[in-house]
């Protein structure tokens, strides 16, 4: 079974401060993960994405996430936060064992940037 | 976010209502997918259409009708719909049904009352 847990629903920070936001997985297969951020009032955005290449992706706007099977994690970091980075972040896992197209989400977490 | 675009952004309908959210992918993209986005839930996929055939209903009620005449374009069309419904509808498309990146359009804030 698929699925996936982010770890805090609320995660507040402070401009230019890291960023940090927390997903685990479960899978059948070798999943194929993304992170995805959600804008007020606007559809979801890819940020990155894991398919089995490097397991360190880099993504759009200084956004990267480390793949660690060991751990069952796909963590997403940012070594600066700005506040256009307040959003609602997705992790989401693609089993590659489906055909469906069936993609797995996270509940979210919803990231705060203080001036 | 242009690369799929849906219509209306926003609908407010009464329970014996009965509209039609539009979506339209740019994308060249022969999947596409209904999903509903409510407030303190997981994104539910509703519906799943590979080649303009449905390849998935995720148990959704017959209030909701998906209709997929092209490869391009998705309609959800409503009827009798309940409060619980509110939400938002997104839809997505990719490549082809499997592995593949989805890409989301904006989104469609629907309020049943």
């Known amino acids: 079974a698929q699925s996936v847990t982010q770890l805090d629903s609320h995660v507040s920070v402070s401009e230019g401060t890291p960023v940090l936001l927390r997903c685990n997985y479960s899978?059948?297969?070798?999943?194929?993960l993304f992170w995805y951020v959600q804008h007020p009032n606007k559809g979801l955005q890819l940020l990155l994405k894991y398919t089995s290449a490097a397991t360190l992706v880099k993504g759009i706007n200084g956004f990267e996430a480390e793949f660690k099977k060991s751990e069952t994690s796909f963590h997403l970091t940012k070594p600066s936060a700005h506040m256009s980075d307040a959003a609602e972040y997705f992790c989401?896992?693609?089993?590659?064992?489906?055909?469906?197209?069936?993609?797995?989400f996270g509940r979210g977490t919803q990231l705060t940037v203080w001036p | 976010e242009t690369g799929v675009t849906q219509t209306p952004r926003h609908l407010v309908m009464g329970m014996t209502n009965k509209k039609s959210l539009k979506c339209e992918q740019h994308l060249g993209h022969n999947a596409m997918y209904w999903y509903k986005q409510s407030a303190k839930k997981p994104l539910e996929l509703m519906f799943v259409?590979?080649?303009?055939?449905?390849?998935e209903n995720n148990s959704v009620p017959s209030r909701f009708s998906p209709e997929c005449p092209n490869s391009s374009h998705l309609f959800l069309h409503l009827h009798t719909l309940q409060p619980e419904d509110s939400a938002l509808y997104l839809c997505?498309?990719?490549?082809?049904?499997?592995?593949?990146?989805?890409?989301f359009g904006p989104g469609t804030r629907l309020l049943v009352l």
């Open positions: 259409y590979n080649f303009k055939e449905q390849t």
């Open positions: 997505a498309s990719s490549q082809v049904v499997g592995q593949e990146t989805q890409y």
């Open positions: 989401v896992v693609n089993d590659r064992g489906s055909t469906l197209g069936r993609l797995y």
């Open positions: 899978s059948s297969y070798s999943p194929s």
